[in-house]
């Protein structure tokens, strides 16, 4: 919302200076984004007089001017300064603009500085519209009358002294779309009065010929209240220079007298209205829900098909404006037009903003309209603006026509003055509280305040402490310690998952991860390699086709940070990311994941030959540490049924039973290759909530049960197929005996060509150090050969393999 | 006993001879083994009187001991030698790189989060959490935005795809951490105390917006809480966060749907050289919008606003995080640059608290 000081002092006698008005503003909730104070660019230009013109010695389109100019402003001395100038208006006697050497010119950009130009000295310019910034006109420089006042600003001479400002108007004040509104929350504040809106009488001189008609379904709720009248024996000339200034300051091109009046009631009083050129209106004006399909070309040039439901203004001809959005072009008002309708009135907010959103149409009227106007100057708008188009454009006014009327929103809630100091925690006085709504414009009874008419946002007490609060200015509020929750040590905050999202979190970085944040959404393509991508995921309205699925999991984001990253040069990469997976569209249906992503080699070359491949145990390894850091219990299961990204020969699940708390391994070439990833990948995914809780919740630990007896260590090698798995050797030979067996442990595998070489084609050799703890007496021989035995015999019958000799 | 000081110097002269080891045990042999020379002679004490024995078997023994701690010395020399010949072999070139071990890093919304919460834990706020999928009575309803209200059209909502038939309102991606509020309270009730940190969506891209966010949500709800405690409790929030001695906040007056009266807020601070100071200044730098709960979103939430009151608000943990640390582009919080979260990101065991300090 834009407005010019000038304007603002139309409703508000103040004689605040600027700075307190801008502070004012912004304290009171009117955000104040910009000031634009002409004084600050154009207070250096003043009115002078060319004494005389010559050509220039060198140059046939060049004039050689001697200038009078009064610096120190009209009345004070002259002095005389030589300028070249190359406008063909340039003569002596001319009355023109000056700018001295050292101006800013806004309409070049260029700063003055003593010229010489063609060998004759230039001090200073003389200058045109263009340059000034006040119009396109370069024809000439600027031409005044004889009587302008020489010396004087030329911003006070052509009243362009008007700082424009710019406000941000939250959505909650339509009053404020109204210069008056502003001005009326400047009163309250203690910055001078409002002044009195007197309506005029209008005296009816004829009948309108055009009458209104609301359809019957539309008068409860799209348009209460439609009136208008009929003004003839207009003259539609370009509005006069006041009102053109002001329309142009706001940033809005005048068109012509009827126009602008309009543009003037929107801006000024929040009250859009709207003038058809009454002799193209045939018939009455309906207004109606469309049927649906009606073409309808606007003002703005366009046509639009209108929807079912929307709200039409209708001849007998068909639609002449879209209500309370746009109007027609076929009804516009033109240079010619000498006979108006005007028309003024109250539509529904939520109507207007259906079908202003709908159609894609950003009006000044629907911005409006869809906050909410004054419906109880509908009247009275309808008013001032005839007389000042009586007053512009001459004519005669007929009475005013009108179907519905003004909804009644009176409504009025209790002012509680302790619940205002207890919720702001400011000591506002009662008389204070009360003066401050009432300049606000509402009615107080007892304790009941009621609402001023253009305040739809009003709808509750506790809108009236907020009108209290920003009155009576935020800025000045205390800050009060707030109460401890409970006395002394405060309790731990977090919940078990959140405290294992971040041990997860820390646990990856001192792995040597680098924790990466990706996007929740991803690429259609890379949310169906990895089992998403279904409509139940996909967002409505993507910002872009690389984020229109919410993500299945997250390594396609780490895979694709990869690729940016091999991009840039990097083969050697850990990353991580902690967050949420979404498994459907539903709210709730995200779980948390930590996933990790392992490419290239182990460390850089270096001396000492760490350099190696990473590989999948690397990965396994990091997603048993994290498994480990967040309680997982140390016996677990390892599948092999893993997901479809997965390598299918090296990849497997970390389980309790059917509960897979993650899964490690080689990403699958095909997809390294679908997201341009040069590989291969190491990967896991850790399903946070998959890690059961601790059964129970004590800080003490299991007592220590340390034996005096030697434990003993035993290798065994087998001969099994190669097809074995290593754990199911494990497991059994773990079997042969619960109570002495402390762990047992692969040391060595040999497979290959040479092992198969040896020991058969298919075979291999699995290497078992088994560690025996005797709890009560010392070993003999005896007792380790027959658990030895016993080892054998169960690893043997499970892995159908032999010990090696 | 004159044949004791020539065997005396004739050993102690051999010691300090022997080369090696194996010299020095070829003297001890020769003269304390067992057919040794001083061996002999202890022997041949039993052939002696008494007196005679006494004083020849003393002076024997104490040449028997000064022989026996003079191979022991001339040992440990040899072997002190024979170590330090070993060692002035063993060089290593010791300005070779240390075998290189990965550096993991923590990045700096994760880091934030925490610094948050360990503010906020200790003025008794609780981590509370909700769907990033919401639906649009948590996300805008409940939170005093109807349907038609200009102010949802302003929040810029990712839609979820809805399947045909289904007459539901479609799902949006949660715009902010609000709706949060709402669950918290429906969940524990009043008195509460909670911040939600987490992610949120909009539909902006551009140099300084990213479609997704991280907002911080804070709500305090009891008898008498007020808009003053809510001033106090940002103040000490932003002293602690900023880690500077002081802080000056200034309320504004401003709108939103779910709070009443509402106030965005500012910090005071000076921006020299490209380098903000916070506490300090005369600009003021807008860092989160707050106010207090509408008793319509307290209804919503199933609280009795004629019983409880209290204050919410809300603010970017990307924005402070940038603020705080000097961060110049949003973007590349998401961009997963290694050069970046390498320089950026925090060490896995920068764990923030109180008792140390956050960033130190």
Redesign the interface.
């Known amino acids: 919302m834009k407005l010019t000081l000038s304007w603002l002092k139309d409703h508000l006698d103040t004689p605040a200076p600027l700075e307190d008005i801008l502070y004012a503003l ?4 009117l ?1 104040v984004e910009e000031v634009d104070n002409p004084a600050e660019k154009l207070g250096s230009f003043r009115i002078c007089q060319v004494i005389e013109a010559v050509p220039h010695p060198n140059a046939d389109r060049l004039r050689l001017c001697r200038v009078a100019t009064y610096p120190g402003g009209p009345g004070t001395a002259m002095q005389e300064v030589q300028v070249v100038c190359g406008a063909p208006n340039a003569r002596t006697g001319l009355i023109g603009v000056f700018a001295p050497v050292g101006t800013h010119v806004p309409g070049t950009g260029v700063d003055l500085k003593p010229g010489v130009i063609r060998g004759v000295e230039s001090n200073g310019m003389l200058c045109s519209e263009r340059e000034l910034m006040l119009s396109d006109n370069h024809d000439g420089i600027i031409d005044l009358p004889a009587d302008a006042p020489l010396g004087q600003r030329f911003i006070d001479y052509r009243g362009l002294n008007d700082p424009m400002i710019h406000i941000k108007v ?4 339509p009053d404020a779309l109204g210069i008056r509104g502003i001005a009326r929350d400047l009163a309250a504040r203690g910055l001078g009065t409002l002044k009195a809106l007197p309506v005029p009488q209008i005296s009816a001189k004829f009948t309108s010929k055009i009458n209104v008609h609301i359809a019957p379904d539309l008068k409860a709720k799209g348009c209460p209240h439609f009136a208008g009248r009929t003004i003839r024996g207009v003259t539609n000339r370009p509005s006069p220079n006041w009102l053109q200034d002001r329309l142009k300051a706001i940033g809005l091109r005048p068109i012509s007298a009827l126009v602008d009046i309009t543009n003037y009631f929107t801006y000024g009083l929040n009250r859009p209205l709207h003038v058809f050129d009454a002799t193209k209106v045939k018939g009455d004006l309906r207004i109606h829900a469309a049927t649906g399909g009606e073409a309808f070309l606007a003002l703005d040039g366009k046509t639009y098909t209108v929807r079912p439901g929307d709200m039409l203004i209708s001849d007998d001809t068909g639609p002449e404006s879209l209500a309370g959005i746009i109007g027609g072009d076929a009804s516009g008002c033109t240079p010619d037009t000498t006979e108006v309708f005007l028309e003024s009135a109250f539509w529904d ?2 109507t207007i ?2 079908t202003g ?1 709908a159609l894609k149409i950003n009006s000044d009227a629907r911005y409006r309209f ?2 909410g106007v004054d419906p109880a100057f509908t009247l009275p708008g309808l008013d001032l603006a005839t007389q000042m188009i009586l007053d512009l454009c001459g004519g005669d006014a007929s009475a005013i026509v009108q179907d519905g009327q003004a909804p009644d929103t009176t409504r009025a809630y209790r002012l509680d003055t302790a619940r205002v100091v ?5 000591d506002i006085p009662e008389v204070e509280q009360r003066k401050t709504l009432e300049q606000l414009g509402f009615t107080l009874n007892g304790n009941m305040a009621t609402a001023p008419s253009w305040r739809p946002d009003v709808l ?4 009236l ?2 009108e209290i ?2 009155v009576a ?3 000045k ?6 109460r ?3 006395p002394g040590v ?1 309790k ?4 078990p998952i ?1 405290t294992r999202e ?1 041990t997860a ?17 991803i690429d259609n393509t890379a949310a169906t390699l990895f089992g998403g991508g279904t ?10 086709t690389e ?1 229109t699925h ?1 993500r299945p999991d997250l390594l396609p984001g ?1 895979l694709r ?1 990869a690729a ?2 091999q991009a ?1 040069g ?1 083969a050697d ?4 990311e ?3 997976a ?1 498994h459907g ?6 779980h948390l994941q930590a996933a990790g992503l392992l490419i290239g080699a ?3 070359r ?3 030959s ?1 350099r190696r491949p990473l590989d999948v145990f690397d990965a396994k390894a990091d997603a048993e540490a994290v498994l480990a850091a967040i309680g997982a219990p140390s016996r677990t299961q390892i599948t092999r049924k893993t997901a479809a990204w997965f390598h299918p020969g090296r990849s497997g699940n970390i389980g309790l039973g059917p509960n897979i708390m993650a899964t490690f391994g080689e990403v699958h070439p095909k997809i390294l290759n679908e997201m341009n990833v040069k590989g291969p990948a190491m990967a896991f995914t850790i399903l946070v909530a998959n890690v059961p809780l601790p059964k129970v919740k004590t800080p003490t630990r299991p007592a220590l049960t340390l034996s005096d007896l030697q434990a003993v260590d035993r290798d065994f090698a087998f001969v099994m197929d190669k097809s074995v798995e290593a754990l199911t050797a494990v497991n059994a030979a773990m079997g042969a005996d619960k109570t002495l067996i402390e762990s047992v442990k692969v040391f060595d595998q040999f497979t290959g060509d040479k092992a198969e070489a040896q020991m058969g084609a298919g075979k291999k050799s699995l290497a078992l150090t088994v560690r025996l703890q005797p709890t009560d007496k010392t070993l003999t021989d005896a007792d380790i050969e027959a658990v030895a035995a016993k080892i054998v015999e169960k690893v043997s019958k499970a892995t159908g393999g032999t010990l090696r000799t | 006993m004159d044949g004791l000081d020539t065997l005396k110097a004739k050993y102690l002269t051999a010691v300090a001879n022997a080369a090696d080891e194996s010299a020095l045990e070829e003297v001890r042999v020769a003269a304390l083994g067992k057919k040794g020379e001083i061996s002999a002679q202890m022997a041949s004490l039993g052939k002696m009187d008494p007196d005679q024995r006494r004083a020849a078997g003393a002076m024997l023994n104490a040449l028997k001991d000064e022989i026996d701690a003079a191979l022991r010395g001339r040992k440990a020399g040899l072997a002190d030698a024979a170590l330090n010949e070993r060692l002035r072999t063993e060089w290593l070139d010791v300005t ?2 240390a ?9 700096p ?2 880091q934030v989060m ?1 610094e948050l ?1 360990a503010i906020f ?7 509370a ?1 909700g ?5 649009d009575w ?1 996300n805008f309803d409940a939170l005093n935005i109807p349907p ?4 949802r ?2 929040h810029d909502t ?6 045909e038939g289904d007459t539901r309102p ?2 949006v ?1 949660r715009t902010h951490t609000s709706p949060v509020q709402i669950r918290a309270m429906t969940e524990q009730g009043t ?1 509460i ?1 909670v911040i939600a940190p987490g ?1 949120v ?1 909009r ?3 551009d140099q300084t917006h990213t ?2 966010f991280h907002q911080v949500e804070g709500l ?1 709800i009891d008898r ?6 809510l ?5 000490e929030f932003c002293r602690a966060f900023f880690e500077v001695p002081s802080v000056e ?7 939103f ?1 779910f709070t ?5 807020v500012d910090i005071r601070c000076s921006w020299a050289g490209g380098q903000l100071k916070i506490g300090q200044g005369d600009k003021w730098m807008e860092i989160l919008g707050s106010g ?1 709960v ?3 979103v307290l209804t919503a939430a199933g609280v009795d606003p004629t019983q409880w ?1 209290g204050f919410a608000f809300g603010m970017g943990i990307d924005r402070i995080a940038m603020l705080k640390y000097g961060i110049p582009d949003l973007r590349a ?7 970046w ?2 320089h950026y ?1 925090f ?3 920068d ?1 923030p608290d109180l008792a140390g300090g956050l960033s130190s």
């Not at chain 1, 509750?460 to 809108?463: I, K, L, M, Q």
Request: net charge negative.
């Open positions: 912004t304290d009171l909730g955000e939250t959505p909650n004040r907010a939520i903003a259906t959103r869809e906050r207890s919720l702001v925690g400011m509750g007490e506790a809108d402490i907020e609060a920003r200015s935020l800025t509020l205390q800050g009060t310690p707030l401890r929750g409970q405060p731990p905050i977090l919940t959140q971040r979190r820390r646990t990856l970085a001192a792995l040597g991860y680098n924790e990466c944040v990706t996007y929740s959404f409509d139940a995921v996909q967002i409505d309205n993507p910002i872009s984020l919410l780490l940070a940016r990253n840039r990097f990469m850990a990353l991580f902690v967050g949420p979404f569209g539903e709210p709730g249906e995200q182990a460390a850089p270096d001396p000492h760490t | 070779l790189p075998r290189p071990r990965r550096i993991g890093t923590i990045h919304v994760s925490e919460t834990a200790d003025m008794g706020f609780a981590v959490e769907p990033q999928v919401e639906s948590y038609e209200h200009p102010a059209q302003e990712f839609f979820m795809h809805r399947a479609p799902h991606l008195p105390r992610r969506y539909m902006d891209m479609p997704m305090a008498d809480i007020s808009m003053a405690n001033k106090w409790t940002l103040e906040l200034r309320f504004r007056a401003s709108h749907p009443e009266p509402s106030a965005e207090m509408h008793p319509k009151q919080f998401f961009e997963s640059d290694l050069r979260l390498r990101g060490a896995a065991l764990m």
